[in-house]
């Protein structure tokens, strides 16, 4: 057990068999680590005050609706609540990526209120129309890098069992008060609709802060509303919300958010100068990407982006297009020419 301090009072964090209490007095957050793909966790939170609601719910795979019902009986059985998916009568779904709300499918959460960000919930009410979209978006991405990926070794996720009727969608804006006095903040950049949740003295964080990775950043030329200076200034809104401890969706517990927010953002101006001076001499994407991270490999995990699965390479080329347009933008790269498509830069 751990008593951590907070301006807006203490917060007793308890962990027993895999989950985590964080005891506000007459709210307690409950964090379930529910495998959403393989060696993937989506940190789904319980919040009682009351009333039970869930923040994100994971993919909804086998393994991740087992995870969630066991986590969940550990609630019941260690921590001494009575709580059941018959209870929860809300869900937040902090942005529309499928490891937060694959397990909308999941037949014993529908009928409950959803709480999303309107720029988000087209992946709802079309969800092949946008995976289709994606899927064309990441085509002319490689092509555009001069990236040769056969689209078809793509994950499968081309299909969601979420019917029009199957919850009370509700769309939130930033400053929103919902469920028990829930403080929507409205955190784009990982994807145009991302919101944090306020919740006393704690922000519930979505993708937008994690505790060790720097989340992914989407280029601006593929979707509206996302962009490095999206994100950065999202960065900073979080920190100066107020509250000093962050709940993340994936790894773990985020212990000061305006000291984590200030680190990713350090980490992403140390990335652009460091691709600044691999755009010394011109290069195409691919050709950026492939020298950043044999540079780095610990940052994907391989010995260079020729060794990724197709998903993998596609997100490494989103990431580092991201950092390119911010430096276009600042007039620290240009674009030196293009050739049968594929588009070549330079710093300037």
Known sequence: ??????SDGAVIE????????????????????????????????????????????GFGSEKGIDDLTRGLAVVNREFKEDVGFEDIESVVITHGHGDHFGMLEYPKLKGTRLYMHPLDTKVLMDY???????????????????????????FP???????????????????????????VCHTPGHSPGHICLRVGPVLLLGDHILSV????????????????????????????????????????????????????????FVRLEELVGCLAEEKNLYQLVYEYYRRHPEFIQAR???????????????????H?????????????????????YQAT
């Open 14 to 57: 308890t962990e027993k068999l895999g989950v985590t209490r964080y005891d506000m007095g007459d709210t307690r957050i409950y964090r379930i680590g529910v495998e959403s793909l393989p060696r993937h966790v989506t940190n789904v939170y319980l919040i009682l005050d009351g009333e039970a609601s869930l923040v994100d719910v």
């Open 1 to 6: 057990m751990a008593i951590l301090p907070n």
């Open 128 to 154: 092949s129309g946008q995976y289709r979209d994606w899927k064309r978006h990441m085509g002319s991405l490689a092509e555009e890098a001069g990236c040769n990926v056969d689209l078809d070794q793509l």
């Open 213 to 268: 990775t720097t989340p992914h950043q989407v280029p601006a030329s593929g979707w509206q509303g996302v962009g490095l200076d999206v994100y950065i200034a999202s960065l900073r809104t979080a920190a100066a919300c107020g509250a000093q401890l962050g709940l993340a969706a994936h790894e773990d517990t985020v212990y000061s958010i305006k000291r984590r927010a200030e680190e990713i953002e350090a980490f992403h």
């Open 324 to 344: 390119v347009e911010y430096l276009l933008n600042a007039n620290r790269a240009r674009v030196s020419g293009t050739q049968n498509g594929i588009v070549r």
């Open 157 to 183: 996720s081309d299909r969601l069992d979420v019917q029009p009727g199957d919850y009370e969608l509700v769309e939130v804006s930033h400053g929103q008060k919902i469920i028990s006095g829930y403080e």
């Open 304 to 322: 260079s982006v020729d060794d990724l699965v197709v998903d993998d390479k596609l997100l490494a080329l989103e990431e580092i297009k991201a």
